[in-house]
């Protein structure tokens, strides 16, 4: 089972909005909604921002959110902020015996 | 609130078993709502699943590490731990230990991470 895609950085200026997406196949995010994204800070362990697609656990600004259209999953930031700076990685259930597969991961830069 | 605390060695030598502990604080590991979870995180790359270990014992294990790997759980202890054998320079990387919801499927909390370097 090989990683979900991602774009290796995705940079904009502050208020802007960013899409990062995450492509797997009809095995994982087309065939599931179990899609979820995290967040992670240098040299500090991910944080849940987005689970089951769409859905933002307690505490997560209502500026991130997600989406899914057939085998690609989207975290959208809207009104980018300085601290929204960080890498983002994309999981998804699997089908294919891996059972859980991550993305390549994004590294987000506010301009 | 829950909280994970991985303990083990920072240095591993080639050929040897990587041991890992994971310390549950703040819900009861036979609660059921949780998968108990070890990723891992070589330097500057991604992150990969190891495995996840149910409270009655049950286990699964990412087919590519399947023949070197055992999670187990403790929970009388509150614990769950992993074991990685015959350790190589590939398997350096940081460990985290994290809970995986049952049923929507997402990976919540996760511990500070420890790094396992494999050198001699």
């Known amino acids: 089972q090989s990683a979900l895609t991602q774009p290796a950085s995705v940079s904009g200026s502050p208020g802007q909005s960013i899409i990062i997406s995450c492509t797997g196949t009809?095995?994982?995010?087309?065939?599931?909604?179990?899609v979820s994204w995290y967040q992670q800070h240098p040299g500090k362990a991910p944080k849940l921002m987005i689970y089951g697609v769409s859905n933002r656990p307690s505490g997560v600004s209502n500026r991130f959110s997600g989406s899914k259209s057939g085998n690609t999953a989207s975290l959208t930031i809207s009104g980018l902020q300085a601290e929204d700076e960080s890498d983002y990685y994309c999981s998804s259930y699997t089908s294919s015996g891996t059972l859980y597969v991550f993305g390549t991961g994004t590294k987000v830069t506010v301009l | 609130q829950l909280q994970l605390q991985e303990s083990g060695p920072g240095l591993v030598k080639p050929s040897e078993t990587l041991s890992l502990a994971c310390t549950v604080s703040g819900a009861s590991m036979s609660s059921g709502s949780y998968y108990w979870v070890w990723i891992r995180q070589p330097p500057g790359k991604g992150l990969e699943w190891i495995g996840s270990v149910y409270y009655s014992g049950r286990t699964y294990y990412n087919p590519s590490l399947k023949s070197r790997v055992t999670i187990s759980v403790d929970t009388s202890n509150n614990q769950f731990s992993l074991k990685l054998d015959s350790m190589t320079a590939a398997d350096t990387a940081v460990y985290y230990c994290?809970?995986?919801?049952?049923?929507?499927?997402?990976?919540?909390?996760w511990g500070q991470g420890t790094l396992v370097t494999v050198s001699s």
């Open positions: 994290a809970t995986l919801r049952v049923a929507t499927i997402y990976f919540d909390y």
């Open positions: 009809s095995s994982d995010i087309g065939g599931y909604n179990y």
